[in-house]
C-alpha cells in the first residue's frame, strides 16, 4: 500500500511561487510514476507533471516552462515548483502513483493511477 501526503498548497497573487510536496511511501528500488493532477471547481482533473522512477518528466502544455517536478529520494518526496502562477492555475492539488513507469500515452490520465492522496489547495488572485 503506498501513502501519499500532500503539503503546500497556499494563496497567493499572480505572478507569485509556490512549492508543492508529495510525501511518498514508495520503494525506490521499483518502478514507479508519480504524478501531480489538479481540479478546479466543475472541472474535469487536469494531469499537471509527472516523473518517473529513473527521473524522466513530462508536463501538460499549460505548465511548461513555469512549473518543475522533481523527486528526493533519500526524503521519499517529490515536489512540485510553481512559478509566475496565474488565475486559472487555482485548483485542488493531488499527487498520485502508480507502481510502473509514466508512458507518454497515458501519464496525465487519472486511471493510470492506483494511489491518491488527499489534496491541497492552491488559491491564486489577479
Known amino acids: 500500500q503506498v501513502q501519499l501526503v500532500e503539503s503546500g498548497g497556499d494563496s497567493v497573487q499572480a505572478g507569485g511561487s509556490l512549492r508543492l510536496s508529495c510525501a511518498a511511501s514508495?520503494?525506490?528500488?521499483?518502478?514507479?510514476?508519480l504524478g501531480w493532477f489538479r481540479q478546479a471547481p466543475g472541472k474535469a482533473p487536469e494531469g499537471v507533471a509527472a516523473?518517473?522512477?529513473?527521473?524522466?518528466?513530462t508536463y501538460a502544455a499549460s505548465v511548461k516552462g513555469r512549473f518543475t517536478i522533481s523527486k528526493d529520494n533519500a526524503k521519499n518526496t517529490v515536489y512540485l515548483q510553481m512559478n509566475d502562477l496565474k488565475p486559472e492555475d487555482t485548483a485542488m492539488y493531488y499527487c498520485?502513483?502508480?507502481?510502473?513507469?509514466?508512458?507518454?500515452?497515458?501519464?496525465?490520465?487519472?486511471?493510470?493511477?492506483?494511489?491518491w492522496g488527499q489534496g491541497t489547495q492552491v488559491t491564486v488572485s489577479s
Open positions: 498520485a502513483a502508480t507502481v510502473s513507469h509514466c508512458y507518454s500515452g497515458n501519464w496525465f490520465r487519472t486511471w493510470n493511477y492506483d494511489y
Open positions: 514508495i520503494y525506490a528500488s521499483v518502478p514507479y510514476c
Open positions: 516523473i518517473d522512477s529513473d527521473g524522466s518528466t
